[in-house]
């Protein structure tokens, strides 16, 4: 090729990105190193809760991470409101464990139905297996035993002479496996993606370039080539996403991505790149 063709032929791979986003957008960069040091300073945030959410929760299963999550609203909670950009940047990470956990549990429903998921999640997130069989059943013979030296012990005083008095012990059982309230909609969620993959399968960069990105003041996420990723339906199918973490996590967490809201997403998912312009096409002898 002489130059004149190299040049026509990088002007049609000019719609490329200079960078993507999280990898080296510098005020992701910047927010990630600030973050490092308030960190330090936060002692309600675990260090092990922090790391695991900014990178090991790539790898993890659905229940890890909704667990994760849900420690986070704890935890912040108990620290109170967190300084920017720490509160940006772990929420941020916390939608994408929220997605990630989404699109996992989407991908299942190819298996089994919501109800058997339902039923999978319950186990993981109370007794910690998705498969148990032996916890919850050892509990309810727990509170079999306990139920009957209640009555024994009430029938021997009411033989005494003393006047029966019924104390309620609450059951080991319930206390335990008592899902927690936010499961009915991250299932509705899990629905939403499972029946819309062509979007669902790029959510995970939408959220990216929204949180680390978008929201961060930066402009990578405004180039031609991610217009695709921006359209109503991916916001549509981000917010109930933000709407799942503040199931999970609380306000606390969600409310710094609030911005989500007013970001324009007006990108087409059928717009491809300008390459009108012909190649010199080699001649064949």
Same mark, same amino acid.
């Given at each position: 090729?002489?130059?004149?063709?190299?040049?026509?032929?990088?002007?049609?791979?000019?719609? #490329? !990105?200079?960078?993507? $986003?999280?990898?080296?957008?510098?005020?992701? *960069?910047? =927010?990630? +190193?600030?973050?490092?040091? /308030?960190?330090?300073?936060?002692?309600?945030?675990?260090?092990?809760?922090?790391?695991?959410?900014?990178?090991?929760?790539?790898?993890?299963?659905?229940?890890?991470?909704?667990?994760?999550?849900?420690?986070?609203?704890?935890?912040?909670?108990?620290?109170?409101? #967190? !300084?920017?950009?720490? $509160?940006?940047?772990?929420?941020?990470?916390? *939608?994408? =464990?929220? +997605?990630?956990?989404?699109? /996992?549990?989407?991908?299942?429903?190819?298996?089994?139905?919501?109800?058997?998921?339902?039923?999978?999640?319950?186990?993981?997130?109370?007794?910690?297996?998705?498969?148990?069989?032996?916890?919850?059943?050892?509990?309810?013979?727990?509170?079999?035993?306990?139920?009957?030296?209640?009555?024994?012990?009430?029938?021997?005083?009411?033989?005494?002479?003393?006047?029966?008095?019924?104390?309620?012990?609450?059951?080991?059982?319930?206390?335990?496996?008592?899902?927690?309230?936010?499961?009915?909609?991250?299932?509705?969620?899990?629905?939403?993606?499972?029946?819309?993959?062509?979007?669902?399968?790029?959510?995970?960069?939408?959220?990216?370039?929204?949180?680390?990105?978008?929201?961060?003041?930066?402009?990578?996420?405004?180039?031609?080539?991610?217009?695709?990723?921006?359209?109503?339906?991916?916001?549509?199918?981000?917010?109930?996403?933000?709407?799942?973490?503040?199931?999970?996590?609380?306000?606390?967490?969600?409310?710094?991505?609030?911005?989500?809201?007013?970001?324009?997403?007006?990108?087409?998912?059928?717009?491809?790149?300008?390459?009108?312009?012909?190649?010199?096409?080699?001649?064949?002898?």
């Amino acid at each position: 090729m002489d130059e004149a063709m190299v040049a026509r032929r990088e002007k049609a791979h000019a719609w #490329l !990105p200079a960078r993507f $986003a999280h990898l080296d957008g510098p005020a992701c *960069l910047s =927010a990630e +190193l600030r973050t490092t040091g /308030q960190l330090k300073g936060l002692p309600d945030i675990p260090a092990g809760l922090a790391r695991f959410l900014r990178g090991d929760s790539l790898l993890a299963e659905s229940p890890n991470l909704l667990a994760a999550v849900q420690s986070l609203g704890v935890a912040v909670g108990k620290q109170g409101v #967190l !300084p920017e950009p720490a $509160a940006g940047v772990l929420s941020g990470h916390a *939608l994408i =464990a929220v +997605l990630l956990a989404g699109i /996992q549990d989407a991908g299942r429903l190819d298996t089994f139905p919501v109800s058997s998921l339902r039923r999978r999640l319950a186990s993981a997130l109370t007794v910690g297996d998705p498969s148990d069989a032996y916890v919850l059943p050892m509990l309810e013979k727990a509170d079999a035993f306990f139920r009957f030296i209640q009555d024994r012990t009430h029938k021997a005083y009411v033989d005494a002479g003393a006047e029966p008095i019924r104390v309620d012990v609450p059951s080991l059982r319930d206390a335990i496996a008592s899902p927690p309230s936010y499961l009915d909609y991250y299932l509705t969620f899990v629905e939403r993606l499972r029946e819309n993959p062509q979007v669902a399968s790029g959510l995970l960069q939408t959220a990216e370039l929204t949180c680390f990105d978008a929201l961060l003041g930066d402009v990578a996420w405004k180039s031609d080539s991610f217009s695709h990723l921006f359209t109503t339906e991916h916001k549509g199918l981000l917010l109930v996403a933000l709407q799942c973490l503040e199931n999970i996590a609380g306000k606390s967490v969600a409310n710094p991505l609030r911005g989500i809201h007013d970001l324009p997403f007006r990108g087409s998912a059928g717009k491809v790149p300008d390459r009108r312009e012909p190649f010199d096409q080699p001649t064949l002898y």
